[in-house]
């Protein structure tokens, strides 16, 4: 359901940004990145769904502000982030 979202929000010309490169170079290109076949098989499926879809690469030296956001979000010490709310006391490992 995810991966229509966009579309029922009637957002159906997208241009997503990223500050990597070879993002940008892989879905433009699918076929110079065997590796990783399936993955840009399912973003094909995807990108068919909107009417335009673009993927803006914008380096991280153009937008510190979200550069400084990642670097803070990779280092927290937790892979879960808790936005507006409290995380739940963790319960000691049994014996």
């Known amino acids: 359901m995810r ?37 840009l098989d399912e973003v094909e499926k995807c990108k068919r769904k909107f009417q335009a879809f673009s993927l803006t690469h914008i380096p991280r030296t153009k937008n510190t502000k979200v550069d400084k956001l990642a670097q803070s979000a990779r280092d927290q010490p937790y892979g879960v982030y808790y936005i507006n709310s409290v995380p739940p006391v963790l319960l000691p490992e049994p014996f």
């Open 3 to 39: 991966d229509i979202t966009m579309i029922v929000h009637n957002k159906r010309r997208m241009n997503f940004q990223t500050d990597c490169a070879d993002l940008v170079k892989m879905v433009s290109r699918p076929r110079e990145w065997l590796a990783f076949e399936i993955l």
